[in-house]
């Protein structure tokens, strides 16, 4: 099966970081655009940042820019999002999603994984 | 930066109504718009692509169209597992954007 397992949530106090990882199988990791997807408790979903198969382009949300940094490790098939100087703001449900193969980043996500929790609070 | 609208923002459906969602982006987007499903904790589930095109395993009940500004998701005839909230998404550049969500309730 094609999937994607997220893991690395918890609780942080702001100022603090805290590192999400991605897990790929079912399919070839290196030939595929990876994103970063939230969403705040009872709110829609917030693009967070795409990285692109050689990671030579990444690309990020204002809010997130300069504190979240994606990276992957195609022979681990892994994608991370190290977060540093969190904010409450930044709660939210985290997920994976595998984006389009090939050299263009337009296209879908598909799958996604079930998400991880992270909680900003003192 | 697009603008992905959506609306409504909810609506009360009986199973067996026909339901339309729709989305207005600014600037046009092309035809990179997508739609997800998402049921309360679970993640989103991929049903249209490219503005029209059906998941593979997605029922044909659901269906996706429009084009430059507008685009439309359609439910034709609504199933009990259908009752969930609804997202565009435009993956046309960055930020690649969301709608803020529709949700189908039981009327």
């Known amino acids: 099966d094609v999937q994607v397992v997220e893991s690395g949530g918890g609780l942080v106090q702001p100022g603090g970081s805290l590192r999400l990882s991605c897990e790929a199988s079912?399919?070839?990791?290196?030939?595929?655009?990876m994103n970063w997807v939230r969403q705040a408790p009872g709110k829609g979903l917030e693009w967070v940042a795409t990285?692109?198969?050689?990671?030579?382009?990444?690309y990020y949300v204002d809010s997130v820019k300069g504190r979240f940094t994606i990276s992957r490790d195609n022979a681990k098939n892994t994608l991370d999002l190290q977060m540093n100087s969190l904010r409450p703001e930044d709660t939210a449900v985290y997920y994976c999603?595998?984006?389009?193969?090939?050299?263009?980043?337009?296209?879908?996500?598909?799958?996604w994984g079930q998400g991880t929790l992270v909680t900003v609070s003192s | 930066d697009i603008q992905m609208t959506q609306s409504p923002s909810s609506l009360s459906a009986s199973v067996g109504d026909r339901v339309t969602i729709t989305c207005r982006a600014s600037?046009?987007?092309?035809?990179?718009v997508n739609w997800y499903q998402q049921k309360p904790g679970e993640a989103p589930k991929l049903l249209v692509y490219?503005?029209?095109s059906l998941q593979r395993g997605v029922p044909s009940r659901f269906s996706g169209s429009g084009s430059g500004t507008d685009f439309t998701l359609t439910i034709s005839g609504l199933q009990p597992g259908d009752f969930a909230t609804y997202y565009c998404q435009q993956t046309y550049t960055f930020p690649q954007t969301f709608g803020q969500g529709t949700k189908v309730g039981v009327k």
């Open positions: 990285i692109k198969q050689d990671a030579s382009e990444e």
């Open positions: 079912g399919f070839t990791f290196a030939t595929h655009w």
């Open positions: 999603a595998r984006g389009p193969g090939g050299y263009s980043y337009e296209g879908y996500y598909d799958p």
């Open positions: 600037p046009s987007p092309k035809n990179f």
């Open positions: 490219g503005a029209s």
